[in-house]
């Protein structure tokens, strides 16, 4: 997907989505998020783990026995990607499951999540100069968060769509890995009611959130908040607890500027 098509779909009220690799913008009621065509599906019964690149060219894949959807704990990934590894093109279809995980630096391109289960992905690995980079794709129905930051490193979400969530990102408040400095940054990202926030971080940790070019459809009241500051804890040491929100240029760094409202 290229800032060029998202910056059309930004201004003229998302009226549609783009199918797979033709990029051809199909008609849809205004300001309604829905997955692309499938290319025809597969039901995986296990986690498909793999190294290097995958491209599904719009395949749908049905998890079976992964979880049941929701966000009920401990089901488990549809996609675990080494190291290195890039996921392109690809329908994960209901229930979601635990939706992918990335064990270091990883690209999810082009990845549409039909009905979010736990979450959508979570970013695991343990070096500080790693990164994940969701870039194109959207995600419909995420009670709670879409992805999930566990690991030390960076987490970026570009040109990117969602509808009907809790939060776009965030840190994990309560890993076993705490304390870890997390930085996100959320780009050129389109969320369609409802959702109570867009990034959440630990800035007792020393987290970071950087967002641009974020539209919240249906919020011209903003009661969304736009970015949440947590004190982070170990497991086991409670849950962390929140002490304030809004941007700072330290933690949380965006303007009025980067946020629209429609």
């Not at 990029?23 to 300001?31: D, E, I, N, S, W």
């Not at 704990?73 to 190291?83: G, N, P």
Request: with cysteine; aromatic share 6%; hydrophobic share 35%.
């Amino acid at each position: 997907m290229t800032t060029k098509w998202w910056r059309s779909l930004l201004s003229t009220g998302f009226a549609g989505v783009v199918a797979a690799t033709s990029f051809v913008v199909l008609a849809q009621p205004a300001h309604a998020l829905s997955v692309p065509p499938a290319n025809g599906q597969e039901t995986v019964t296990s986690t498909v783990k793999f190294s290097g690149t995958r491209d599904y060219g719009m395949k749908k894949v049905i998890p079976e026995g992964l979880g049941g959807g929701g966000g009920d704990e401990s089901q488990k990934a549809v996609f675990e990607l080494a190291d290195g590894a890039t996921l392109a093109n690809v329908i994960i279809g209901k229930p979601g499951a635990d939706g992918v995980h990335c064990l270091g630096t990883c690209t999810l391109r082009n990845v549409w999540w039909e009905d979010v289960g736990e979450d959508a992905a979570t970013f695991k690995g343990t070096s500080a100069s790693q990164t994940m980079t969701i870039d194109g794709g959207g995600a419909l129905s995420a009670s709670d968060k879409v992805f999930q930051h566990n690991a030390p490193g960076t987490m970026i979400v570009r040109n990117f769509a969602a509808q009907g969530i809790g939060k776009l990102v965030r840190t994990c408040g309560n890993c076993s890995n705490n304390p870890q400095t997390r930085h996100v940054r959320v780009e050129n990202v389109r969320i369609e009611m409802s959702a109570s926030n867009v990034v959440s971080i630990n800035v007792n940790y020393g987290d970071t959130a950087r967002l641009s070019k974020v539209t919240l459809v249906g919020d011209k009241n903003k009661k969304v908040s736009i970015c949440d500051k947590y004190n982070g804890v170990k497991k086991g040491d409670g849950e962390s607890k929140k002490v304030g929100t809004g941007p700072d240029g330290k933690n949380c760094i965006y303007s009025a500027a980067d946020i629209t409202y429609q």
